[in-house]
């Protein structure tokens, strides 16, 4: 593999492969699979990702926004797309888009159906998220009379799927909590049914409920960080690939003596008679926010931790390369499956993996890799 010459994201379609037959795995061969592209799937290429997962036979997507599905389509996705977090202003473009609307309140619901009629739509396909526990979207259990009396009275639209979202599924000392959202779903989902008329899909897990709730995969499971490569716990991530590496170069190298600062606000200061810098072009511009600086982050340089110093600059950052041999031109390595992850360099900071990854700007060039 040749090394990087500048700032890059490297996209291991290989590793993605490998994530989506392990979670495929746990599954009954019947279960449906969605794959959540949501932020440019989590930061990487959603495009890229979706289509090869399309070839992979995945039976559907979702993305948080419709202008997220737009692009998708607009890339030669054809699979059914989840919109998570549908807004009315974007109406026109779930319609124009085939993209099906996740209708989570009274407001969104009625003004969707009043859409679709007045667009002369039949049966058109949507999704009714019931809040369960997290407390973010979603109709409380209560309003299933409700919804069914709106649904029945139109023929402008059709529930394909029902689904709530887990809380705390990662985490095994809220089992009990989870175990209630499980319940709580099946509960609304049989209530829902009868009185609709007919079974739409139900759908619940996310990542970590595939792996630690079977019970609760129902017709279909939903993953977004375990195709990137995270399990949410260090016995599953062993068994997943992180599939992106974001590497760069060493732009210059500097040799200041005690006293010299370095960076903004002379955040830095050199204790030692003699320390050895690198800048590195990238910044939190890239996504490298100012978190990492003053040594919570560090990056790989020649299989070394060089730390972070100083405050992290729009398109630099600075590190300590004291005691390591390289020069300038040389690889670094911010985060890889290999020799360090995401969540090591995300932990350090005091933050998650997804925001990290989420955060890798699209300015930074990407470079799939793929046999």
């Known amino acids: 593999m040749p090394k990087a010459q500048e700032t890059i994201l490297e996209i291991d379609l290989n590793a993605l492969r490998h994530n989506f037959e392990y979670l495929k795995s746990k599954l ?18 959603a495009e890229e990702i979706a ?25 030669g996705v054809t699979k059914p797309i989840l919109v998570l977090h549908t807004l009315a ?27 679709t009629e007045a667009e002369n739509q039949n ?7 019931f809040n369960t526990g997290l407390n973010r979207l979603g109709f409380w259990e209560n309003d299933v009379d409700y919804i069914v009396s709106k649904l029945k009275a139109t023929s402008a639209v059709k529930v394909k799927s029902l689904f ?3 809380a705390a599924s990662e985490d095994l000392n809220e089992r009990d909590f989870t175990l209630r959202q499980i319940a709580s779903f099946k509960e609304i ?7 609709i008329g007919y079974q739409p899909i139900l759908h619940m897990t996310n990542t970590s409920g595939i792996l630690n709730y079977p019970e ?16 949410n716990s260090e016995k599953e991530s062993t068994y997943l690939k992180p599939i992106a590496s974001l590497k760069t170069v060493i732009s210059q190298i500097h040799q200041i003596e005690k006293g010299e600062s370095v960076g903004y606000n002379r955040a830095y200061k ?41 405050n992290v600059c729009m398109d630099m950052i600075m590190v300590n390369i004291t005691g390591i041999d390289c020069k300038e031109g040389d690889e670094v390595i911010i985060f890889d499956g290999e020799t360090t992850s995401a969540e090591t360099l995300a932990e350090g900071a005091g933050t998650i993996s997804y925001e990290l990854i989420t955060s890798i700007s699209q300015r930074v060039k990407r470079v799939i890799l793929k046999s």
């Open 164 to 166: 709530s979202h887990l």
């Open 28 to 45: 009954k061969s019947n279960t449906k699979f969605l794959a959540v592209v949501k932020a440019f799937a989590y930061g990487n290429d």
């Open 216 to 231: 609760a995969h129902f017709d279909m499971v939903r993953s977004g960080i375990g195709l990137y490569g995270f399990g």
């Open 89 to 115: 202003v974007n109406f026109d473009v779930v319609l124009e888009n085939c993209l099906e609307p996740n209708l989570y309140n009274a407001k969104i619901l009625n003004e969707f159906i009043a859409f």
């Open 51 to 75: 289509r090869y997962l399309q070839h992979l036979d995945i039976d559907y997507f979702a993305v948080a926004y419709a202008n997220e599905g737009a692009a998708l389509r607009q890339a």
């Open 270 to 310: 050199s204790d030692a008679l003699f320390t050895k810098t690198a800048t590195l072009p990238l910044g939190h511009a890239d996504g490298i926010s100012r978190i990492y600086g003053n040594g919570k982050g560090f990056v790989i340089i020649h299989g070394k931790r060089a730390p972070i110093i100083g």
């Open 123 to 129: 049966e058109y396909p949507v999704h009714i998220k």
């Open 189 to 195: 989902a049989e209530n829902f049914s009868k009185a």
